[in-house]
């Protein structure tokens, strides 16, 4: 299991620049060359019958993308926008081409060097329990930075077909 582990490590995270946010006093990581831009919260047209992380989708300069609130689709508890609040446009790559998403985060914290030998493996949490969408863990100043592969925490097919139905 722990060869699986490596490999993971291996394929996904890499020493780079993440952009750091926080969700629900966590921080997380995600690769700058996937953020197109970080904006702060505005309106969204909700969609009718998308899930409850589906939050909409937003005008963005002539352009409708998809949002979703990354706090629900992690299941934590809903909480109300501050002004701490952001929306990171992430491009995706799917079998629809290039989609531009929207994410909602708690606050967005700073723009990070993380090399190899500051991250770790993601632990093997055992049973059916998956966890392909973190690439590893990283240890930056004391803490642990989860690294999302965030094309894998959005699947770009059902995003596309919820910007298309609005």
């Known amino acids: 299991m722990a ?3 490596g490999r993971a490590v291996e394929s996904g995270a890499k020493s780079g620049k993440f ?8 921080v997380y990581g995600l690769d700058i060359l996937k953020v197109k831009e970080i904006i702060g919260i ?4 909700s969609v009718p019958q998308s899930p409850p992380y589906m939050k909409g989708v937003l005008n963005l300069r002539g352009k409708i993308i998809p949002v979703v609130d990354l706090r629900l689709k992690f299941g934590f508890a809903e909480r109300e926008y501050t002004e701490r609040t952001c929306i990171i446009v992430v491009e995706l790559s799917g079998a629809e081409g290039k989609l531009l ?8 914290s700073e723009v990070t060097n993380i090399s190899d030998s500051d991250v ?5 949490f055992g049973g059916s329990f998956t966890v392909d969408y973190i690439q590893g863990m ?5 803490k642990v930075v ?3 592969d965030i094309s894998r ?4 097919s059902g995003l596309g077909q919820m910007v298309g139905a609005a």
Do not use: N
């Not at 925490?153 to 770009?156: G, H, Q, T, Y």
């Open 101 to 108: 998403v929207g994410i909602i985060v708690d606050a967005v």
């Open 146 to 148: 989860i690294l999302l």
């Open 138 to 142: 990283a240890k930056i100043k004391g």
């Open 120 to 124: 770790e493996p993601t632990p093997d």
């Open 19 to 26: 952009l750091t946010f926080e969700l629900d006093d966590e």
């Open 3 to 5: 060869e699986k582990a």
């Open 42 to 45: 505005m309106d969204i047209t």
């Open 153 to 156: 925490v959005l699947s770009a």
